[in-house]
């Protein structure tokens, strides 16, 4: 009896509403506290005295007088690294025009807090308080991470107004919106749309002590796979250096600033769990120099998160298919050379890459019968019934109902059922490679004939 009642005490602690009454939400560190942890801080500040070339790119850019985009933030990173007054005074003056956005906002008046006159910190404060009277709608992650920045940086000037703000921001906007909704097909963030979303997971957990992946476990377990796959194999060459494209709609050329951001995201990813193996992999794939950013808009964010101390693995020793059913994701790559094809399929937009070019794939159901050979995997997009031919293991057909079953019947063996996942693929895998023909159709007694898509890949 004693050790039921011992283990239901013990459940009662781990229920998330006595959690939620555990949880502070005040802030009671020192500044600089967003990113910028004591552990990072020494980090850049020795990346400075070895005089990396992560440090030699940003400093070249920050005394030569580049157009920073991000100006503010590039500066107070400089500030904070060097301790040199010169570099406060610009990011100060930068925040000070009007149309300075809240992150800024806040990076400024939180790292160049000891340089900021009582004028200019009444002025900042001011401004930041003001920003957080409103809360911006709950699928805007770009400004939920605004509001959670600021609120952070006022933390100890405004305790009550903060503690408010990041109470909201956690158990209700977080927690009662964005986390039920993350890895579904509405709200699965790839690329530089990521970053956002990563500033806030090493916000929180800095400052708070609340690790907010606890409320997606799945989901954060295979982000580092996802971002990975949802890259085009074949790197882009610009004029400062060479960038991984995440998937993007195409017919255009790539935004190199969302290409940026999508490295940064990564990167900020392996320093939030360095430990994990998933982020040694993301490691392996991120930190080759080749991909080092060295342009006025990403070398701030290179230089802040990249850490090239740490181990990588091989990321040629993961799986060339991810597939996630609840958010109808699916990528599948040949191999893991830079002139592998590619196929994407996220948020109901099919794509192949083959030679360097985006195509769109058409999925409806008026779309022409198609089977694509990926090396690794089968694609197949036709009417049902089905009666199609494969040498792999993998094979997904696209196209149908969503969360709907199908009926699939390989050559010499029992017919199965299949669910299609919420973006109407069907995953049928078999144990090993083989060459078998499949029948896939809605009815075990079909009445019509088959769509015939015999595809032979040898």
């Not at 990346?47 to 503010?72: F, I």
């Not at 952070?152 to 906007?173: P, Y």
């Not at 992946?213 to 377990?221: G, H, I, Q, T, V």
């Not at 060459?435 to 896939?440: A, H, Q």
Request: aromatic share 10%; charged share 20%.
């Amino acid at each position: 009896m004693r050790r039921l009642a011992a283990l239901g005490f013990f459940c009662f602690l781990c229920s998330p509403a006595f959690a939620a009454d555990e949880e502070s939400f005040h802030v009671y560190s020192d500044h600089p506290r967003l990113f910028l942890t004591e552990q990072r801080l020494r980090l850049l500040r020795r990346e400075r005295q070895r005089q990396s070339m992560r440090w030699e790119q940003l400093n070249r850019l920050m005394s030569g007088g580049a157009a920073m985009p991000q100006a503010a933030f590039a500066w107070a990173l400089d500030y904070e690294v060097t301790q040199n007054r010169a570099a406060a005074e610009k990011a100060i003056a930068a925040a000070s025009a009007p149309n300075t956005g809240l992150r800024s906002l806040a990076l400024v008046f939180d790292w160049c807090q000891d340089a900021l006159t009582p004028a200019q910190r009444t002025q900042l404060e001011t401004r930041l308080r003001n920003a957080l009277a409103t809360p911006p709608p709950s699928s805007d992650l770009p400004a939920w991470r605004d509001r959670i920045l600021a609120a952070i940086a006022i933390g100890t000037e405004d305790s009550g107004l903060a503690a408010k703000v990041l109470r909201d921001a956690v158990t209700q906007w977080w927690r009662g919106h964005y986390a039920p909704a993350l890895g579904t097909d509405a709200e699965t963030p790839v690329g530089g749309a990521l970053y956002p979303l990563l500033e806030i997971l090493h916000a929180v957990r800095d400052n708070l002590s609340i690790d907010l992946r606890l409320d997606r476990p799945a989901w954060f377990d295979n982000l580092a796979a996802l971002h990975i796959a949802s890259h085009y194999p074949a790197p882009y060459p610009a004029a400062e250096n060479e960038y991984r494209i995440p998937m993007y709609p195409g017919g255009r050329e790539p935004d190199l600033d969302a290409a940026a951001l999508s490295r940064a995201a990564g990167l900020s990813l392996v320093a939030f769990d360095n430990n994990a193996t998933s982020s040694q992999y993301l490691q392996g794939w991120l930190i080759m120099d080749r991909y080092m950013l060295r342009g006025p808009f990403g070398a701030p964010y290179e230089f802040l998160w990249a850490n090239p101390y740490q181990p990588g693995l091989s990321y040629m020793h993961l799986p060339l298919v991810f597939h996630d059913p609840k958010a109808g994701t699916l990528f599948v790559r040949g191999s893991w050379e830079d002139d592998s094809p590619w196929f994407g399929l996220l948020h109901g937009r099919a794509q192949l890459f083959t030679n360097g070019a985006i195509t769109a794939l058409e999925t409806g159901p008026a779309a022409p019968p198609a089977v694509y050979d990926l090396g690794s995997a089968t694609i197949i997009r036709a009417p049902l019934p089905i009666h199609a031919a494969t040498n792999y293991a993998n094979v997904f057909v696209i196209g149908l109902r969503p969360t709907t079953d199908y009926l699939v019947e390989p050559d010499g063996e029992e017919m199965r059922e299949a669910l299609t996942d919420s973006g109407g693929t069907l995953d049928v895998r078999f144990p090993r490679p083989r060459r078998t023909r499949v029948l896939i159709h809605e009815s075990p007694f079909p009445t019509e004939p088959s769509q015939d898509l015999a595809h032979d890949s040898r």
